[in-house]
């Protein structure tokens, strides 16, 4: 060979000696070296002297094999001790359990293979775990689970239940513990697919407990927890899921349960054959919305009107109509009439100009406003007037009341809506002056027709022959004003009560008035003459 590693060199150069040597002189080793396999490996091999770390791994698993060789002779002659020597440990606990130490003594019966000694010693250091062990390798299963109880191991204790067979008392166990799908997997082994499914149900896991039945036959038991998952259940459903409700949906239609089996379908999409199931149920009202998520509309909207549904069955022709299917005007609005959805009828009777028919659908609605307002549209004011009254707008009453001409109607609406200044200009037009007294008198000072209502009372109390309050209202009308072009009409109206007076001063400042006014406006309706009249 070409190279040597350093330790070959080293060992070479000291003893004359090749390690490998004898390995390098076997026969199968040359073969190897020649073998047309290890041809692209040869260059690495002697560059990097593999068959040194060939070596290396060889010894190692060598040293390895010893070591494991002597520990399992040295555990197994300990051992062969022990039992030789087995008089020992029993006369230590003796002498322990003499000297009150019933923990160390227990331990040393146990070891001296006296259980039923360890396990009253145990007891008597309260050490109940330990003699729980003790019990449940004796077989003594309920002293066994009280003590694991006692010491707070509900884990043991329910491992010990569990393997003595008693299945139901491990399911309680598992309940107290919140693993009851532990529990079902272990009445599945036990091949106890009922129990295993109440688990399973307990644990929330309806579908798991249906899966439980159907694989044991029980079919109709699995059908139940499907309806009962269905129930509960607000989200879409799997794939898997959709295909055990079918096959529980089948199950309960032979059974002769319509209802729960349409219930299933509907989980599953299954619309058209839900409702079909529906309608065996004599459930109209869930058919026809099964028959309307089918697509089926034309079915659903006769199904809910015969249900008694009637607004449904306005919202599924409405859904019909944007689908662009045809439904006759009269058979729809005849609906929402029917359905008590007067003011939507309404509207439609107003576009198919059912003047009339909307009138009254607005009534029934309870909104006579609409109705006035309709009427009001077709000029008839006081039918308008009326139901405006009926709505409660008695100001919006008065403006038909003007419209029809009838002011005495107006000022009974005005009278009626607190509006007291036009109510009492409305009397007042009627001559009616007790009225116009009681209305104005009501007009608050922030009123910004404030100073006109004081002016028309002057000329009611003149009216009524009570010239002292006629010349107070009228005072009052301007005793805040400044005079100007905006106000010349309060200031003429003063001025001709004072000119009816008798009283020379007072006619002395009517005229005065009138002069004034003639400087505003020399055109202002009949001042110039009046004022001529009171020069002469």
Same mark, same amino acid.
């Given at each position: ?270 619309? %058209?054959? @839900? #409702?079909?199931?529906? !309608?065996? +149920? =004599? $459930?109209?009202?869930? *058919?026809?919305?099964? &028959?309307?998520? /089918? ?86 004011? %006081?039918? @308008? #007037?009326?139901?405006? !009254?009926? +709505? =409660? $707008?008695?100001?919006? *009453?008065?403006?038909? &009341?003007?419209? /029809? ?89 003063? #001025? ?6 008798? $009283? ?33």
């Amino acid at each position: 060979m070409n190279s040597i590693s350093a330790i070959e060199r080293i060992m070479l150069q000291l003893f004359g000696w090749d390690p490998l040597g004898w390995v390098h002189d076997m026969d199968w080793y040359r073969e190897m070296l020649r073998a047309d396999w290890f041809q692209s490996i040869r260059p690495y091999w002697f560059r990097y002297r593999l068959d040194w770390v060939a070596a290396v791994v060889v010894l190692l698993l060598i040293v390895m094999i010893i070591w494991s060789i002597r520990k399992i002779l040295r555990r197994s002659r300990r051992k062969g001790i022990f039992k030789e020597g087995q008089v020992l440990p029993e006369k230590l606990a003796q002498q322990f359990e003499q000297k009150g130490e019933f923990r160390l003594a227990a331990e040393q019966y146990q070891i001296a293979e006296l259980p039923e000694k360890a396990y009253e010693l145990f007891l008597e250091a309260e050490c109940l775990h330990e003699a729980a062990e003790i019990a449940a390798g004796l077989g003594r299963v309920d002293e066994a689970v009280e003590l694991f109880e006692r010491s707070n191991d509900q884990a043991s204790a329910l491992r010990v239940v569990q393997e003595s067979g008693d299945l139901d008392r491990a399911a309680e166990y598992h309940r107290r513990r919140g693993t009851q799908v532990e529990a079902a997997q272990m009445f599945l082994e036990a091949s106890q697919p009922a129990k295993a499914a109440e688990m399973f149900a307990e644990a929330g896991m309806l579908t798991r407990a249906a899966e439980a039945l159907f694989e044991a036959g029980q079919d109709i038991a699995a059908a139940e927890y499907l309806v009962e998952f269905a129930q509960k259940s607000a989200s879409e459903f799997t794939h898997v899921e959709a295909d055990l409700m079918l096959r529980a949906a089948k199950s309960l239609a032979n059974a002769g349960r319509n209802a729960d089996s349409a219930r299933l379908l509907m989980g599953s999409k299954q619309y %058209e054959q @839900a #409702a079909e199931r529906y !309608l065996a +149920a =004599g $459930d109209k009202k869930l *058919a026809a919305s099964c &028959f309307e998520k /089918a697509g089926d509309l034309e079915q659903a909207a006769d199904l809910f009107e015969k249900a008694g549904e009637k607004k449904e069955r306005v919202r599924v022709m409405e859904l019909m109509r944007r689908a662009g299917k045809q439904i006759d005007d009269r058979d729809y609005v005849q609906a929402l009439e029917e359905a008590g959805l007067h003011e939507r009828a309404s509207q439609s009777y107003q576009e198919m100009g059912l003047v009339e028919a909307a009138v009254t659908a607005s009534v029934r609605a309870d909104q006579p406003g609409e109705a006035a307002a309709i009427l009001a549209e077709q000029g008839r004011f %006081e039918e @308008a #007037a009326k139901l405006y !009254l009926e +709505a =409660g $707008d008695p100001a919006a *009453a008065r403006e038909q &009341f003007l419209s /029809a001409k009838n002011p005495k109607g107006a000022a009974l609406a005005a009278l009626q809506a607190a509006m007291y200044f036009e109510a009492g200009k409305d009397f007042f037009a009627l001559n009616d002056m007790p009225r116009t007294v009681d209305s104005l008198q009501n007009v608050s000072d922030s009123h910004p027709d404030y100073q006109t209502a004081s002016s028309l009372l002057g000329q009611a109390f003149n009216r009524l022959g009570d010239l002292e309050m006629a010349l107070r209202m009228h005072r009052r009308a301007v005793e805040k004003l400044k005079f100007g072009r905006d106000n010349l009409e309060l200031f003429y109206q003063l #001025a001709r009560f004072l000119e009816s007076s008798s $009283d020379g001063q007072l006619r002395k400042e009517a005229k005065q008035i009138y002069t004034d006014i003639l400087t505003e406006n020399y055109t202002f309706k009949d001042v110039k003459s009046r004022n001529d009249s009171l020069t002469d």
